[in-house]
């Protein structure tokens, strides 16, 4: 998992605890699998995962022509980003607040801002402008089943005729033109292939695979209908780190979301098409001793947003590790059990569930090869 994890457990004694770092080495082979699996599509970096400016910046000189900027999460951020220089930014949520719209209109490079709808009031808000708006409809991916929603509650658009009756609307405002259509399969990239669950890793798989035979088809309904019409489109996004060897195979699909797999956090050891190194860790403490074969660790409270689960939770790197059932991870101290003899300072390794919300805790985390600091959004003051 990390190549001389001995000598840098020794590097670690004596910094500041708790401590996130990212493991370079790592981190390279996840952005060469990805610029080598997408095949010809583009790479569209979610930010949402990343949460660092300046492994933004790094992952677009590492990806070169594969880059093909980025989704970020509010118009707060892409205002940000397009003054850090920053082009082709996909705003990948709704912005209803009307103040922080004209905020980015009134940015002289807000051509480079797609604002995402999927509804009609969606456009009614974004009407009011004297200056051109680029648009990204929104389609629902998800596969409805009795008593179930396979996928996420995103998207109202669910089928060609909606895309149709909300384009049109599109049409009838002068200001804004509809430039990009995004799919998000949550149910492909978002669902592991392999959990605890027996009944899970039975149902899941064949649930992915009718889906995708599904979601296939809308895309290409819809896609298929506006190339009738002549409109031309400056992207077609899909998917996410879990869904890359479905999307790819998509005629339509122009490029594909990437974020969390180039941290590869915990929950990716469930998909069985990625073949990933874990990047980003953090390190706690050993301040306690309680009795013996059990140790204290000095904060480590960093649970997965999300449904609840113990998937959510932490994940020590060290097998000899094992986490108190009655505590797991806490806010200021979390407990763990072992046969092997700690000391008092000594570090202990863990994988966050997720990406980037992991330096939601951080102001800045350390990269071991070139022992140094990056700076996360929060030691940047960026809240987003």
Not at 189 to 202: C, K, Q, T
Not at 277 to 287: M, Y
Request: charged share 25%; hydrophobic share 40%; with cysteine.
């Amino acid at each position: 998992m990390i190549n001389g994890l001995n000598k840098l457990k020794e590097e670690l004694k004596g910094r500041k605890f708790p401590l996130a770092f990212l493991v370079e080495e790592n981190f390279n082979h996840n952005v060469e699998f990805f610029a080598r699996e997408s095949g010809d599509k583009l790479i569209r970096v979610a930010t949402k995962s990343i949460r660092s400016l300046e492994v933004l910046k790094l992952l677009r000189e590492k990806l070169g022509a594969k880059f093909n900027g980025l989704m970020c999460y509010s118009a707060s951020e892409a205002l940000w980003l397009l003054e850090e220089g920053f082009k082709n930014i996909l705003i990948a949520y709704p912005v209803v607040n009307k103040n922080e719209i004209q905020e980015v209109i009134n940015h002289p490079n807000s051509d480079e801002v797609y604002f995402m709808v999927d509804s009609k009031e969606h456009v009614d808000i974004l009407s009011n402008t004297q200056k051109e708006i680029n648009i990204c409809i929104d389609i629902d991916l998800s596969m409805k089943l009795p008593g179930l929603n396979f996928g996420v509650y995103r998207s109202s658009i669910k089928n060609l005729n909606d895309f149709k009756d909300l384009f049109s609307y599109c049409e009838k405002v002068e200001k804004l033109s509809v430039k990009a259509v995004m799919g998000y399969e949550a149910q492909i990239a978002g669902v592991r292939d392999v959990s605890s669950s027996f009944i899970e890793n039975l149902v899941v798989p064949v649930l992915k695979k009718k889906s995708i035979k599904k979601l296939k088809k809308i895309r290409a309904e819809i896609i298929t209908w506006l190339n009738e019409k002549k409109v031309k489109l400056d992207f077609v996004n899909a998917g996410g780190t879990g869904s890359i060897d479905s999307s790819v195979e998509e005629e339509f699909v122009t490029e594909i979301t990437i974020g969390s797999g180039f941290y590869a956090p915990g929950l990716f050891d469930g998909y069985k098409n990625l073949k990933l190194k874990p990047s980003l860790f953090f390190a706690l403490e050993v301040t306690r001793n309680p009795e013996p074969g059990i140790y204290t660790l000095y904060g480590g409270g960093y649970v997965a947003s999300g449904s609840i689960g113990l998937e959510k939770v932490p994940k020590p790197i060290d097998l000899n590790v094992k986490l108190v059932s009655t505590e797991m991870c806490g806010e200021v101290q979390t407990p763990f059990k072992s046969s092997y003899e700690y000391k008092l300072g000594d570090p202990v390794i863990f994988r966050h569930a997720k990406a980037g919300e992991l330096l939601e805790h951080f102001n800045s985390f350390w990269i071991r090869e070139k022992n140094i600091e990056y700076k996360t959004y929060r030691g940047m003051n960026k809240k987003f």
